[in-house]
């Protein structure tokens, strides 16, 4: 059965010291294999206002804070703008993921046009933050025999190799399933059914997986090869401009 984020996580934002231009829902979530006992992860973006940027006490780049609703744990971190843009300029495949989320708890015109800029902010070398993620995945899978980083590792390929091939960033592994191997819906389901749940006893060998895991590490480095996305982004000036917009308060 499907697990959806609880309908209050709009509530939740009111709070927050500085004004949020989005916050989104990442995590297991938005990677489409969330547990009923899975945290709701929330990433977003916030505004120092710029006396807190130009003076002599600054504010917090980062934000983080945890808590528990109706049974839920959840997380909340959130960046600067400018900490944020500076990311996105980079191959982090974090903030694009959670920049481009379609589980949306909170937005604004800025959330709007950060969208709209992100596909200049694509490159090719994307892809070895997805290679990397894979790694480290796949040895916790090893170490643990624990279900959620074997998913993560196959997720982060999918989505690395997908977003080599087409522009476009996708980070729901249910989306991707056609272009995994065939174990991979069953595994979701099992995953669904337990957070911290071990491989099924009837799911593939570990020659297999191994196997499967190279081979879709193969095709990944083969996208990025043939991608034709570029080796820098382009959106570096207009991301500028925005920043610069906001801390004077002519985003509008």
Request: a negative charge; proline letters at 7%; one cysteine or more.
């Amino acid at each position: 059965m499907t697990v959806v984020p609880p309908t209050w996580l709009a509530d939740v934002c009111a709070g927050e010291p500085y004004p949020l231009l989005f916050a989104t829902v990442s995590g297991a979530h938005l990677y489409g294999f969330p547990s009923r006992d899975s945290d709701v992860d929330l990433r977003g973006t916030h505004a120092l206002p710029v006396e807190e940027v130009v003076g002599l006490r600054t504010g917090e780049e980062t934000i983080s804070r945890s808590w528990e609703r109706d049974g839920v744990e959840v997380d909340l971190v959130t960046h600067d703008l400018l900490k944020f843009c500076r990311l996105l300029l980079t191959r982090n495949g974090y903030v694009l993921e959670q920049l481009l989320s379609p589980l949306v708890v909170a937005s604004s015109p800025v959330h709007e046009e950060l969208v709209a800029l992100a596909p200049a902010c694509l490159t090719r070398h994307h892809a070895h933050h997805y290679l990397g993620f894979a790694r480290t995945q796949w040895r916790l899978f090893e170490r643990t025999g624990e279900l959620k980083p074997l998913l993560y590792t196959f997720r982060v390929l999918l989505t690395g190799a997908h977003l080599m091939r087409t522009g476009r960033v996708v980070a729901d592994l249910t989306r991707l399933l056609p272009y995994g191997p065939p174990y991979l819906p069953e595994l979701v389901e099992a995953k669904r059914a337990a957070e911290h749940g071990a491989l099924p006893g009837d799911g593939p060998g570990s020659e297999r997986l191994a196997g499967d895991v190279l081979e879709l590490t193969a095709a990944l480095e083969e996208a990025r090869e043939a991608s034709a996305l570029p080796d820098a982004p382009t959106a570096g000036a207009a991301v500028h401009d925005l920043v610069v917009r906001v801390r004077l308060g002519r985003e509008g």
